[in-house]
């Protein structure tokens, strides 16, 4: 079999079986995105999540939230109010842990070619323990002003899949022209849409449709590094 | 001019420059994991942090912190105690948030194949917002105990950078001994040690030296999912 065909093979296999998720389905904000990549025979995606606003108690190792021992107190793919959040913690008895964690998105890609324009990560998150054994650390007050900031990296990371959605399209459809020639007559010619070409921007052959930020200010000249590691080699430096 | 040679040429160029970083140096705990890296014909790093606690104020549009408008009250690379927060807060007149940043490290890679022992991410963070306006959200007691957790994370991140680094330098050794066969006949033969291989285990062929993990649960059977996107296709579904 080709590795066109097994491809097929496993992505028809993995989207047949029944989703595992606690939630058993593709959060609403990211159906179509997952519809878009899932329609293309080159990809499939194999888990995503819209962004949430999440509170977690306990399972804390020195260093991490264990998933074995953590469990979860409140989960919302929507804005939160800080009552939500005051009655969830009252069944806190560890370390209670408020997180918003931005659109995240796992897809195989049928070749590494491919896999150049979905290098695609973001670290806009929001991670704030709120209580310690049971005892909460923080005033009310402060739960409703986190949960401010919470609802407005929710309502920006909402507006970043939109436009992540609408540059995939783009480029999705450049590739498709690209493709209406005989691939051995573009690959002859080193024309591929998605290879870095001579004398090409570095911003841009670094996959301009790529809207998710690093928000780590690295302390170097860096400064217009979008954080995305896209695995190839700029020729024009 | 061949890519082999471009690479050099523009290596050279990069290593070359001043390091422009407000320090002006490599961190110190990951001065051999860089040098082992620059050591390699294939490998360059152009950025790198350790790791770090980092008191930000201001600058916050909305979403996520500016850069532009941002003013680093305190940076350390090392545990932290709260006097040091405190005394840097009195400082703060804006939106004073406090981070543990885990190391990070950008590296170009000669060809696309050497990019994938290198996909390296970590989300271990602490983003936690402390003042507002200048205000003072939160306790002395509560800083402290966010110290406590921050200074965990920071020894836990010097213990990853080390299992990194042996790793790595494990990986670069087994890629030298299948480099000293001729390349050609490598390639010929499917044989090269960072190609994924049929009927190769998912787990092996998703990079096993990569030690960052993500803790982002995703809410599906991808439990053992180390948060590495490595892209390219296993072939062992």
Known sequence: MDRSAE??????????????SRKGSVDEDVVELVQLLNGREEFFTTSS??????????????????KQNCCWL???????????????????????????????????????QDAQILAVR????????????GQLMVTEEYIDFLLK???????????????????????????????????EKIRGEENSSYSPKKKRNPEKARGKCITEENDKELEN?????????VPFFPEDY
Chains 1, 2 share one sequence.
């Not at 999540?49 to 264990?66: K, M, S, T």
């Not at 997180?99 to 995240?104: A, C, R, S, Y």
């Not at 929710?154 to 899949?161: F, L, S």
Request: glycine letters at 4%.
């Open 7 to 20: 491809f097929r093979r496993w992505k028809a296999q993995c989207l047949s079986k029944a989703d595992l």
């Open 49 to 66: 999540c819209a962004g949430r606003i999440i509170l977690l108690d306990g399972g804390i190792d020195g260093f991490e939230v264990q």
């Open 74 to 112: 409140l989960v919302t793919h929507k804005p939160c109010v800080k009552d939500d959040v005051i009655v969830a913690l009252k069944k806190a008895n560890s370390d209670a842990i408020l997180k918003f964690e931005p659109f995240i998105l796992h897809v195989q890609c049928r070749q590494l």
């Open 122 to 133: 973001s670290t806009h998150g929001l991670e704030v323990p709120l209580s310690h054994k």
């Open 149 to 183: 900031i919470a609802n407005q990296k929710m309502e920006e990371n909402k507006k970043r899949i939109e436009r992540f959605y609408s540059c995939l399209q783009h480029a999705l459809e450049r590739e498709a022209i690209t493709n209406s020639h005989p691939r």
């Open 221 to 229: 000249d860096d400064d217009d590094d979008p954080g995305i590691s």
